[in-house]
């Protein structure tokens, strides 16, 4: 019987070795291949990916002047999204610019948001190098505090406040995440607002992951829409797949277009969104696979882009069969460098519960890569007035029709500002 013990023990012990050897083994193969896959995913990141600060493409053939001197004014009538309503936490103030100003964008103690223009009207200071002092932005210079209204609280020397010494404020509303001013060359009241998607507010859709171009995109707001509109460039620049992120393309897959496009005006606008509101304009496109020139069953996708105004918010809904549903929001800010031809450009994405999270990347990958093409171009064409358009072109007339409502008596002046008394 003891003996029969010492056997089954050492039995034991052999078991417990080649099991522990066996865990051993498998373990530095599952570490293998994680670090294998993380150092791919690091190439990946590290000499695919696009990286616009790393990829400067201006090749000096086109003078920022002599572009500019094509175009209308840089900055048209319209909402934009100036911040992230997280980057400006409850006590703090940011400093945001575009548009050719700077503001102090600011958020008292008890949690209200105000954006005002960044000098203080006093003796010129730069409100956004100040602090908040419970619901009042102080100015670091004279110590003058300013209400959320812009309205001056008080004055260090003074029993009461001037009446007429107001900071300039900015219309603004927070749109899912985002913190956008109105911006209208006469100084009007916004003319629309920006329509919520309701897939957002109730949940239907989660919050999936942004990104900021690191780098301003030095090209005019309305480039964004004339292209869209320019159907006969989606098979010479888009027509081979790519590498989602990057810009290599996939050998033997060709991508098929089928796009139209439609006014918020129009009849049609009913069954993409909101009829009746002209300050929107739908591009629909449906796009499928080929392989070697063969038709790939099944991956058919479509895309509705709606443009909220002058190409300044955009939202695109993409439907993926069988799966759900991806929202991307891209978003421009004209900038005050190159002769107002530069864009602050950021994206952010949602999607549904069936779509996880790394084909939403994919999926907003694809159309980064994608746009980066059109980049390139950008960055170095003009704007002909008079384009000699011939069949087949698209509605680009059309379409700079839609886009002259964003512009009133004073876009130029505005656009061009003389001085900092706005």
Known sequence: MIAMQKVVSWQRVLFVAIAASACYIQYYVLLGLILSMAGLWGIYLRFMCIIPSKQIRKSGFTDAKQRAMTYPAVYPNGWYHLVNADDVKPGTVVQAEGLGRKFAVWRSASGELSVLDAFCPHGGANLACGTVEEDHLVCPFHLWKFNPDGGVHSVPWLDKPPIHSNAKTWEWTEFHGMVCIWFDAEGREPAYDLPRVTGITDGKFRYCDNWEVDRPIYMHLIEYMENTVDVQHFTPMHGRMALPWTQWRLPGITVLFDSKVVLGADEEAEEYGDKGRPEILYFINTSSLQFYGRDVPRTSASVVVQFMGPASVNRFLFTIP???????????????????????????????????????????????????????????????????????????????????????????????PQSFDW
Do not use: C
């Not at 990347?361 to 960055?379: C, H, I, L, M, T």
């Not at 358009?389 to 130029?412: M, N």
């Open 322 to 416: 069988d799966l759900g549903e991806i929202i991307m929001m891209q978003t421009h800010l004209p900038l005050n460098e190159n002769e107002g031809l530069a864009q602050k450009v950021r994206f952010s994405w949602f999607a549904t519960s069936g779509i996880p999270d790394a084909l939403a990347s994919y999926v907003v990958g694809e159309w980064v890569s994608n746009w980066w093409d059109d980049v390139g171009v950008w960055e170095e064409k003009i704007r002909r007035a008079k384009p000699k358009l011939v069949k087949g072109d698209g509605p680009i007339q059309r379409g700079r029709g839609w886009y002259k409502q964003f512009y009133s008596e004073s876009s130029e002046k505005v656009s061009s």
